[in-house]
T-cell receptor, first 111, second 111 residues
């Protein structure tokens, strides 16, 4: 069975500080990987997607970047956090254009 | 561009009531359509999907039928339970698993 693990579960960070969020997918080779962002009480906004190692496409510009260093790993980062980065970050995967499955998310609070 | 519209932002029902959440989409061709459910503090969970006109998806007593003519994929359940309280999202797949989500409908069930 496929599992998706996100880390950390929650973060409180200062404005201007760096950020790195990660996720790992086990049990599926070469999945499509995604990062989504959700403001409190808001809908889900896709940020990035990747169909293979080393290739990442940006969907929305939010002063964030993403990388896929390994087939099963997806990293979201920024060098300088803004207040507007607060929210719920979700990593997700799909395989061959089927349904998308989400991780448990990371709650980020920027203060 | 492609879009998904959920008419109801909030729905309040009593147990055993009939549920309808309206979802309309705008897209060319036959995009795959999805329903997801999200509980507080968790990532969205896949409920079901449909990919062809008149195809019915169903899970956990919920169902929806893909209607190309009215560009709709309305979620229905005959008898809701308190445990169904959550936020429900309609989504469409526009390219390689990249999803566009509706604004979400918060369902509250009174015991």
């Amino acid at each position: 069975a496929q599992t998706i693990h996100q880390w950390p579960v929650a973060e409180i960070k200062a404005v201007g500080s760096p950020l790195s969020l990660g996720c790992t997918i086990k049990g599926k080779s070469s999945p499509n990987l995604y990062w989504y962002w959700q403001a409190t009480g808001g809908t889900l906004q896709q940020l990035f997607y990747s169909i293979t190692v080393g290739q990442v496409e940006s969907v929305v510009q939010l002063n964030l970047s993403a990388s896929r260093p390994k087939d099963d790993q997806f990293i979201l980062s920024t060098e300088k956090l803004l207040l507007s980065h607060s929210g719920f970050y979700l990593c997700a995967w799909s395989f061959q254009n089927t349904e998308v499955f989400f991780g448990k998310g990371t709650r980020l609070t920027v203060v | 561009g492609d879009s998904v519209t959920q008419t109801e932002g909030q729905v309040a029902l009593s147990e055993e009531d009939f549920l309808t959440i309206h979802c309309n989409y705008s897209a060319s061709g036959y995009p795959a359509l999805f329903w997801y459910v999200q509980y507080p503090g968790e990532g969205p969970q896949f409920l079901f999907r449909a990919s062809r006109d008149k195809e019915k998806g169903s899970s956990r007593g919920f169902e929806a039928t893909y209607d190309k003519g009215t560009t709709s994929f309305h979620l229905r359940k005959a008898s809701v339970q308190e445990s169904d309280s959550a936020v429900y999202y309609c989504a469409l797949n526009y390219n390689q698993g990249k999803l566009i989500f509706g604004q979400g409908t918060k369902l509250s069930i009174k015991p």
